[in-house]
């Protein structure tokens, strides 16, 4: 090393020392003191919020009118999202989630071999059309105490091609309800 980088490392060290010992010196001279309420009032904010939080989470739409329109190329564009968890060939092995291959109608817990959370092991019926919307629409409130990692998709329109696309992936396609 030459004396021109040790010069400049001297320069870095220095810098941070200097700033870190005046935010040290800046926090015990000043002393800020939080507001009681706020200074600028804004009309209708937090009046509007808090029967809306009361009222619980909007219900979520049927998808079954949206799925006769739904794209399927769409589906598998949303799909992607999945493809890290999970795969959707026939046959394919099971990752962090189970294989998706012929989902729709299927039992809930239905790939061998995989670990299943309770809140899916114990859900009564299949993953018909209905039963899929709810549960991409919000995983977490769908089956408390699920694995499942995904937020959901909000737009149902999302959520229907993504359906149409599982329904795809099968040797016979369940008919759309």
Known sequence: ????????????L???????????????LVHP???EQSVYKVEGVGQAAAPAAATGPAPIEPIAPLLAAADVAAGETQSKKC???HTFTQGGPNRVG??????VGAKHAHA????????????PGNW???????FLANPKAYAPGTK??????????????????????????KPLP
């Open 83 to 85: 493809t890290a968890c």
């Open 148 to 173: 499942m990692a995904f937020a959901g998709l909000p737009k149902a329109s999302d959520r229907a091609a993504l359906i149409a696309y599982l329904r795809s992936l099968s040797a016979s396609p």
């Open 112 to 123: 061998e071999g995989f670990a299943y959370s309770d809140a899916i092991k114990n859900k």
């Open 1 to 12: 090393m030459n004396l021109e980088t040790n010069k400049i490392a001297a320069a870095v």
């Open 14 to 28: 220095t810098a941070g020392i200097i700033a870190m010992t005046s935010g040290f010196i800046a926090g015990i």
């Open 128 to 134: 018909d059309y209905e039963e899929l919307n709810q």
């Open 33 to 35: 003191h939080k507001l």
């Open 98 to 103: 189970p294989n998706l291959w012929d989902i």
